[in-house]
């Protein structure tokens, strides 16, 4: 069974660019686990930011960014924004099944 | 515009079985897999498997292996995800999640499934 870990937390400035990262317990991660990227504040359902490594959903804002970074999935947000403080989660495509990684708090402050 | 709906909240007994739907509207229910996700308390996110109603087909997480069914009625656009002999640490919010091409863009509102004698 693939195990997926991303940073617990990560603190950052408003303004400031921040990278998540997301690895995997098989290898690297490559387009072929179809990283996704989703965003999650308190008390409300997920909602998508990122798909196929990094390719954006019409709402998700310009500041986010995927990519491949090394063996892992990155997500990248550029001018962090206050309303960007929340849970950030990855999940791959992985041995036929979808695996997310444990969530990354991002504060921003 | 797409949207998925979900029934209401539920409180169920150990040992006892929950099913969930999702209502799908705003686009093409058949062509896209739904997925269901779950979210204990305080917890992160864990994928419990998708079905892809134009092709009937299923694949499901190996821990829900046995004890989940999902299934997916074109008729009435709808899913649904079944979990057997509940147990407290299936306390959760239940989601369900369409995915359009390889993604996870639209979600329900969530139904949180409460599991207590």
């Known amino acids: 069974q693939t195990v997926v870990t991303q940073e617990p937390s990560l603190t950052v400035s408003p303004g400031g660019t921040v990278t998540v990262t997301c690895a995997s317990s098989t290898g690297a991660v490559t387009s072929g686990n179809s990283p996704n990227w989703l965003q999650q504040k308190p008390g409300q359902a997920p909602r998508a930011v990122i798909y196929l490594t990094n390719k954006k959903h019409s709402w998700t804002p310009a500041r986010f960014s995927g990519s491949l970074l090394g063996d892992k999935a990155a997500l990248t947000l550029s001018g962090v924004q206050r309303e960007d403080e929340a849970e950030y989660y990855c999940v791959l495509y992985s041995g036929g099944t979808w695996v997310f990684g444990g969530g990354t708090k991002l504060t921003v402050l | 515009q797409d949207q998925l709906v979900q029934s209401g909240d539920e409180v169920k007994e150990p040992g006892s079985s929950v099913r969930v739907s999702c209502k799908a509207s705003g686009g093409s229910f058949r062509s896209y897999p739904i997925h269901w996700v779950r979210q204990a308390p305080g917890q992160g996110l864990e994928w419990m498997g998708r079905v892809i109603p134009i092709l009937d087909d299923t694949t499901y997480a190996q821990k829900f292996q046995g004890r989940v069914t999902i299934t997916a009625d074109e008729s009435s656009t709808t899913a649904y995800m079944e979990l057997s002999s509940l147990r407290s640490e299936d306390t959760a919010i239940y989601y369900c999640?369409?995915?359009?091409?390889?993604?996870?863009?639209?979600w329900g509102q969530g139904t949180l499934v409460t599991v207590a004698s």
């Open positions: 999640a369409r995915d359009a091409t390889g993604d996870f863009d639209y």
